[in-house]
């Protein structure tokens, strides 16, 4: 293993000073260590936009390098192969082996990508190397230098990083104060309306919503991150008696801001969109997002919907879900979060499978 610093400072010593990526747990060492230098890092909504940051960062002159999860890596692959190789622009990219090599130790939503990503990255003529959990600054060193012949050869190499090869830091976040736990904001919502379908993101808030407020009529999203509001578009146009919650992260949301333009078009009266924003990828280690200098609400009536508001305490959320469904949607409520505290729940699938899951909401929807 290497640290987050060695990791950086080599990448540095190579000329690699412009980095981005979306949060992983493997790297999340080093993008808390490179966001305490202003211009180093840019957190990114999604893996393509990363991607495509770096890109213009190379055009500019910049050595960039970007990383991220390999369960992402689908959301890479169009400006990898219509940008990054057409432009043959020298952009190195870590990708964290979720899911690898065994499945069977990590979690459902790694089993197909996990043993698929060397494959993948062979089928669109990618060369990969891989940094071991054993491996030290010698072993990275000789790895860089292999991905430093491609990016001469206008190649665009990928370094794949095995859990355990880069040390961890802490992320170094302004806390703040005012807001809900998670927790105690999903029981709040899902009391307030019984009879609706929950749709749970990714992540720590389908774990609290299951420790919570587990029901057969809530779909606990395992991966897939940013398509909450999504699935729930669907289930709503396709249940219009029903009432529809999707319970959202601000991390998970700014992946696919696009949705909210689709919601808003589709205009289903039945569906409110839940934020907990806590303005951190919180799952994998705290990483900042950039809901800080956004307004959902905002954002959300621009798009088209019919009503918006943002709240920080109990009195106000639960007066919003009285709003919520005494109106005709979609409906947003952006729910101010605090840092956790405190254990984390297990996720869903330790006592349900997938299609446990899938089949109880199924059924459910059908009473």
Known sequence: MISAKEFCDLLADRGFTFASG??????????????????????????????????????????????????????????????????????????????????????????????????????????????????????????????????????????LVERGAIGKATAANAPHTEGLPASEAIRIVTAAAPQAAVIATTGFTGRDAFAVADAPGTFYMQGSMGHASSIGLGVALTHPERPVVVLDGDGALLMHLGTLSMIGSEAPANLIHVVLDNRVHESTGGQATTSATTSFP??????????????????????????AQAAAGPYLVCVKTLPRTGAVPPRATNALSTLDIRDRFQSDLQQ
């Open 22 to 159: 979306v949060p992983c747990s493997h790297f999340g060492g080093p993008i808390a260590h490179l966001s305490t230098q202003p211009g180093r890092y840019v957190p990114a909504p999604n893996e393509g936009s990363a991607l495509a940051v770096a890109a213009g960062a190379a055009l500019g002159g910049q050595h960039a390098y970007v990383m991220l999860q390999n369960s992402g890596l689908g959301n890479l692959i169009n400006p990898l192969t219509s940008l990054v190789m057409t432009y043959q622009l020298p952009i190195l990219t870590f990708t964290s082996l979720r899911g690898w090599p065994d499945p069977a130790t990590d979690e459902p939503q790694h089993a197909v990508m996990g043993p698929a990503t060397p494959g993948l990255l062979d089928s669109v003529d990618t060369p990969h190397h891989t940094l071991y959990a054993q491996d030290g600054v010698e072993e990275f060193s000789a790895v860089l230098e292999k991905a430093e012949k491609d990016l001469a050869g206008q190649r665009a190499p990928f370094v």
């Open 298 to 323: 905002d954002m959300a009536l621009a798009a088209g919907y019919a009503g918006a508001v943002v709240c920080d305490s109990e009195d106000a959320l639960r007066s919003a879900m009285l709003q």
